[in-house]
């Protein structure tokens, strides 16, 4: 075979949704593993439903799913005066011809058709008539009426179709606008597409597009079609199941490449690594290991697998992705050293970026204590060790972590106490919670001043609660 050259072609009549960006991750994956070429075509012939603001949104989505294409974007909208050509070539070549059948009379065949123990079909009124064009008419593809149209399917196997099941389909309305099956081959053909992998939900359009691909004269492209999306319940992915558009994952805090390796493994597998980063996925992808079952979207195990990706990304990487997340809550982040010094404390503990900005929160903000806490760990027999701490912290201008263990030491060896004794008593003055980063690290980033402003609080909450 040449070149690879896959595509991948949205509608622009919503957001780009799991299971399309998983079929744009595919077609993206084979070309970027074969060194070939991927194609953004845009299906815009639904007029009415189609919207800039669609398109807009699926640009946006593919940007930050790091999926980019070699050519294009096309817009069938902009393509008429082609689609027209190929449609008279068929009708000059007597492969289609004029039918001028009303709808209700076709509907009247199909009704008839199903009565009979047949098929719900065309039955061919116009075929042989010679008609010529009149304003009113629809142009019918003329398909073969005997033997069988084959499908050598890369995912699901041979499939065998008898022609005489398929009708005479239209492939352009009576207005002169051509129909999906048709403009989708034609398009294809032009942009010398090879190779397409999309939704099993088309299979039961490729008998026709492969008639039509036989009477242009074009060779078949390689097809693949992939199995569903599905949510828990195994039914079909949809809002219900939770967020199914792409960007609000983003917007939640997932990484792109945690997203994409998740979309990769609904479906496609690499032994038992769960775990790709993007490189790794371009060097395995293969159409023998999309297996043919359903890949079921489960939003804990994304959420798991973003947890890991955010451990496998740099303090610095995860800065620049996070500071809108920091932003949006208020805090008064700025990229740097501080901010990255923040997030290290937090990669371990976080499964999103929104989640770790919530987690954030007690070191740009004033604290209010968990009651529980407080109650376990903000007593009277604590206020001894914790006003040495204060003081000692207060006398030092040494704040990187080997000095502030010598001092929590000092206040060990002064009171007798272990380091968990004054540790958690300590940790929840600095942050209001039991759970937190290592209490070294957190003195380190607030600093003198609000360090020692925190202890002072906590041992003027715990005098507070004596006197009570």
């Known amino acids: 075979m040449d070149k690879i050259v896959t595509r991948f072609p949205p509608s622009p009549t919503g957001t780009l949704h799991v299971g399309g960006a998983r079929t744009a991750l595919f077609n993206w994956l084979y070309a970027r593993h074969h060194n070939g070429i991927f194609v953004l075509r845009i299906e815009d012939t639904d007029v009415v439903r189609s919207t800039q603001a669609s398109v807009d949104a ?152 492969m008639l039509l691909y036989q009477a242009l004269d074009s060779p078949l492209p390689v097809f693949a079609h992939v199995p569903m999306v599905l949510g828990a319940d195994k039914s079909r992915l949809s809002k219900r199941h939770g967020a199914t558009s792409v960007t609000a994952y983003r917007d939640m805090g997932y990484l792109s490449d945690a997203f994409i390796n998740y979309l990769a493994r609904l479906g496609w597998s690499h032994g038992d690594q769960e775990f790709f980063s993007r490189k790794e996925l371009i060097e395995k992808f293969s159409l023998e290991h999309i297996g043919r079952s359903a890949g079921v979207f489960d939003p804990e195990k994304l959420t798991a697998l973003n947890g890991d990706h955010i451990m496998a990304t740099s303090p610095g990487d995860l800065a620049e992705r996070a500071l809108p997340f920091f932003k949006a809550a208020g805090y008064e982040a700025v990229p740097g050293p501080h901010l990255e010094q923040v997030i290290e404390t937090l990669i371990p503990r976080s499964k999103t970026l929104q989640d770790m900005a919530g987690q954030a929160a007690f070191y740009y903000q004033e604290i209010t204590y968990e009651e529980k806490a407080a109650k376990k760990f903000l007593r009277p027999v604590v206020l001894e060790p ?39 008593p300590v940790r929840v003055a600095l942050t209001g919670k039991s759970a937190s980063p290592g209490i070294f690290e957190i003195i380190a980033i607030l600093g003198k001043e609000k360090t020692v402003a925190r202890l002072k609080t906590a041992i003027a909450f715990i005098e507070n609660r004596m006197s009570d």
């Open 386 to 424: 914790v006003r040495l701490l204060a003081q000692l912290l207060a006398a030092t201008d040494r704040y990187e972590e080997k000095a502030l263990e010598d001092v929590f030491k000092s206040v060990m060896d002064q009171t007798g106490l272990k380091l968990g004794k004054i540790a958690q």
């Open 58 to 209: 699926i640009f946006e989505a593919l940007e930050w799913l790091g999926i980019d294409w070699d050519d294009g974007p096309y817009f069938q909208s902009q393509r008429m005066d082609l689609y027209k050509v190929y449609i008279q070539r068929l009708l000059d070549e007597g492969k289609a011809y004029f039918c001028t059948c009303s709808p209700e009379a076709v509907e009247a065949m199909r009704k008839k058709g199903l009565a009979e123990g047949g098929r719900a079909k065309y039955d061919g009124t116009c075929r042989e008539k010679n008609l010529t064009p009149n304003g009113n008419g629809v142009v019918r593809f003329k398909a073969p009426q005997t033997g069988s149209t084959r499908l050598e399917d890369r995912v699901k196997g041979n499939i065998v179709f008898d022609n005489d099941e398929l009708d005479d389909f239209v492939i352009a309305r009576s207005d002169g606008s051509p129909t999906y099956n048709f403009v989708v081959v034609v398009d294809d053909i032009d942009m010398g597409i090879n190779t397409i992998i999309r939704g099993d939900d088309h299979v039961m359009n490729t008998p026709k597009q």
